[in-house]
């Protein structure tokens, strides 16, 4: 199983309609998760951090499934700036040395139609 | 809005050659990384660093890669003799806290010819 498990896509969606994407990690160790959002050619930008109990942040909700090791993003009313590859992004368990690198998924490809 | 400033966005560079990338992470920040993107695949990390000593390295980050923080601000990659296959974009990181997210730079674009 991959580290970050993410459907590239390309999700072709309509001007206000409400996508979903979705990630999986194998690590069950795991301790943090992101969304970022990366536009072509540019840096990944952290979208929102993703906390068990679920969280929202204006038109975006992110939910975690620590059971199912699973992560979500959903968008609603989506808009023509939302077109981009949405990354999963994982942070390793603390291994007492310090700070552990970001683990990637390679990103859901999403583009807004008008 | 405190931001991760890199330099330079492109530098091509022949084979064999020796490149250094440097950045400046956020002031306050503790946490330091590095992470490579070749073009249309995912961002893999290479590097983190943390109170001037390496904390983790991926098997990308080989005896031909260094990182050093010669000052209080600047972070720098070395890549002593590189080859074709380091062509990418190299992004800096650099967060508060460990376990918490990290904030990019805009990247250096690294061609190897």
Known sequence: R????????????????????????????????????????????????????????????????????????????????????????????????????????????????? | EPEVTQTPSHQVTQMGQEVILRCVPISNHLYFYWYRQILGQKVEFLVSFYNNEISEKSEIFDDQFSVERPDGSNFTLKIRSTKLEDSAMYFCASGGFWNTEAFFGQGTRLTVV
């Open chain 1, 2 to 114: 991959k580290e970050v498990e993410q459907d590239p896509g390309p999700f072709n969606v309509p001007e206000g309609a409400t996508v979903a994407f979705n990630c999986t990690y194998s690590n069950s160790a795991s301790q943090s998760f992101f969304w970022y959002r990366q536009d072509c050619r540019k840096e990944p930008k952290l979208l929102m951090s993703v906390y068990s109990s679920g969280n929202e942040d204006g038109r975006f909700t992110a939910q975690l499934n620590r059971a199912s090791q699973y992560i979500s993003l959903l968008i609603r009313d989506s808009k023509l700036s939302d077109s981009a590859t949405y990354l999963c992004v994982v942070n390793k368990a603390y291994s007492g040395g310090g700070a552990d690198g970001l683990t990637f998924g390679k990103g859901t490809h999403l583009i807004i139609q008008p």
